[in-house]
């Protein structure tokens, strides 16, 4: 058998006159490349498009489905228990993202120029990132707790009044994002930490001939210099926090707790799916999560993206 | 002076940042090995006790430990092992080869990166029991078998680190297709199979949405189902609780700490050229 190796990219690359083949002599790479794109087709395209079918449908899951039309759609945009669990989702997103980036990149500069240690603080950072969600939120929920809770003794001792925390809708907020920041600051911080390793040395000794102090030299060469990094850290921080679901059901429950508050979009649609067997009404809620995620994505392409990209 | 000073701060502030970041672990371990009533009167007890023998026992007679941890292992070691063989081979193949349609491949993959995995969980649900698959392993294993994340990010070291002189070398020493693969291409790519091995582990390990929707037999769960079902049931009994969150945590920080190095080192680099 033959192979077509890519040649390598060079200007001198010399022509060499290829016979065409037919597509069949290539089936090797096929067979390579189809376990992926056959179980994409069966576990993600299709699911995908009967989704969005779903979603202009009634159905419980043994009776036939009916066709609806807009039905579940003009449903959703009256279901003020949907827009609850769009604004808590938006509110924790915002809650937990914006402490754990800026908490990430006060770290990783600080960890940019400490050299001691830093092995020992980056896996100290990194090791709440690989704990099980479950546990975490078990944990947390317990720190948290009313009673006798770590936070409520804390308090305690310096005098202040309990607070009810997981029994009052901001209390359940600032437990939630917590847990967040906690499991999430330390990724950030060492991603960022990558982005500033990667700023050529040169330009901060340019800056530093030129007389730039220290504030200075972060505005005008770290931070947009780290701008792809920060990017990158927005986009996957969006993408995870707008699908917030394990830390909020483990921590209140299904319900959201008390006044749903701790309730979110992806919560929603498992209660409507698996718990109503609503299914109809659920697509229409994962199909405007998933425009909600694209919609977010692209403000943050525009934001952080901007201009000075190619 | 002042230098000094600026350096003892920056220490202080990366050390508590550390200890924080660690706390959980700490108290996690406290309220393992103590009573709910230790833990729960005022001033809390700050030091580890001597329960965590009946700690422990209380859970593994409140839930079946030991089977759940078994599902576990077995959907987190297989998922990773068929991940590494089939994303490698993909990652090769779209890296050091060209064949019709391998851009329009390539663009294909990268959009499925954007889809949110639960929009599809009601057909996939349906698509399960028309296999008969509701409540068994299969499927968790098999619709994470391949993905697109780990064939890019794979494919990205594979053009980088295999120069294309060695694939056509090893061909005219009369590799075949998978000989190159085997010979050239997996022994080169040993630190970025570690890394996409470890973060597939990892996943697996904690995975919890999807077996939770599709693992419904309550005698047959996963950990992460078989800890939060725990905590629903006794949630009162914190110290029995939060031992069985110990003893989930325990094997994948112990797996997490022997690869930390080469870990953060793959997480890192995944990012910055991404």
């Known amino acids: ?310 | 002076m002042r230098w000094q000073w600026r350096r003892v701060t920056l220490h202080v502030v990366l050390a508590l940042a550390a200890v924080l970041s660690l706390f959980p672990f700490y108290w996690t371990l406290v309220m393992a090995t103590n009573t709910t009533a230790d833990i729960y009167r005022f001033p809390p007890k700050f030091t580890l006790g001597s329960q965590l023998d009946d700690n422990i026992r209380a859970v593994l007679d409140n839930v079946a430990f030991f089977q759940s941890m078994g599902n576990t292992v077995i959907v987190a070691v297989s998922t990773t092992l068929l991940v590494l063989f089939f994303d490698s081979l993909a990652a090769f193949t779209f890296a050091k080869f060209r064949f019709p349609g391998r851009n329009a491949l390539f663009v294909i993959l990268l959009a499925t990166m954007l889809l949110p995995a639960q929009l599809g969980a009601i057909p996939q649900f349906q698509t399960m029991a028309a296999f008969g698959w509701v409540g068994s392993l299969k499927a968790l294993i098999i619709p994470a078998a391949a993905n697109a994340f780990g064939i890019f990010w794979l494919r990205q070291y594979f053009s980088s680190s295999i120069h294309d002189e060695l694939v056509e070398a090893a061909t005219l020493d009369g590799c075949g297709f998978l000989g190159v693969y085997r010979h050239v291409a997996l022994p080169s790519a040993r630190p970025a199979l570690a890394f996409l091995g470890i973060f597939t582990f990892v996943a697996s390990w904690n995975d919890y949405f999807w077996p939770l929707v599709v693992l419904t037999n309550p005698d047959h769960l996963t950990l992460q189902v078989a800890l939060s079902s725990l905590n629903r049931s006794h949630g009162v009994d914190y110290s029995m609780v939060m031992t069985g969150a110990l003893m989930a945590m325990v094997p994948l920080i112990v797996v997490f700490i022997v690869f930390a190095r080469q870990f953060i080192k793959g997480a890192t680099e995944g990012a910055v050229r991404g």
């Open chain 1, 1 to 310: 058998m033959t192979l077509t190796a890519t040649s390598p990219a060079k200007a001198s690359r010399p022509l060499k006159p290829r016979r065409r083949r037919s597509v069949w002599s290539y089936w090797r790479f096929y067979l390579a490349l189809s376990p992926f794109y056959l179980l994409f087709l069966i576990f993600g395209l299709y699911p995908m498009a009967s989704t969005i079918l779903l979603g202009f449908q009634k159905w419980d899951g043994f009776t036939p489905r009916t066709f609806v039309g807009l039905q579940n759609f003009a449903f959703l945009l009256e279901d003020s228990t949907f827009w609850l669990a769009l604004k808590n989702t938006v509110v924790l997103f915002f809650m937990s993202t914006v402490p754990t980036l800026a908490i990430a990149l006060v770290l990783a500069v600080m960890l940019n120029s400490a050299v001691r240690f830093s092995s020992v603080y980056r896996i100290a950072y990194f090791i709440p990132n690989i704990t099980s969600l479950v546990a975490a939120a078990i944990f947390f929920a317990a720190v948290f707790s009313t009673n006798f809770g770590l936070i409520n003794s804390g308090l305690r001792a310096l005098g202040i009044a309990a607070q009810d925390w997981l029994g009052e809708p901001w209390g359940i907020k600032i437990a939630i994002s917590t847990m967040i920041v906690w499991q999430w600051a330390g990724y950030n911080t060492i991603i960022y930490l990558a982005g500033l390793q990667a700023i050529p040395r040169e330009q901060y000794e340019a800056a530093k001939v030129d007389g730039a102090g220290a504030v200075r030299t972060f505005f005008s060469i770290t931070l947009p210099q780290l701008r792809p990094v920060v990017l990158f850290t927005v986009v996957t921080s969006t993408i995870g926090g707008l699908q917030t679901f394990t830390e909020p059901q483990v921590m209140v429950g299904n319900t959201g707790g008390v006044g749903q508050s701790g309730l979110t979009i992806v919560m929603y649609f498992y209660q409507q799916a698996f718990l109503n067997n609503d299914y109809g009404y659920a697509a229409a809620i994962a199909l405007s999560i998933f425009m909600l995620v694209l919609l977010f994505t692209a403000i943050n392409w525009k934001l952080v993206g901007g201009r000075g990209k190619q």
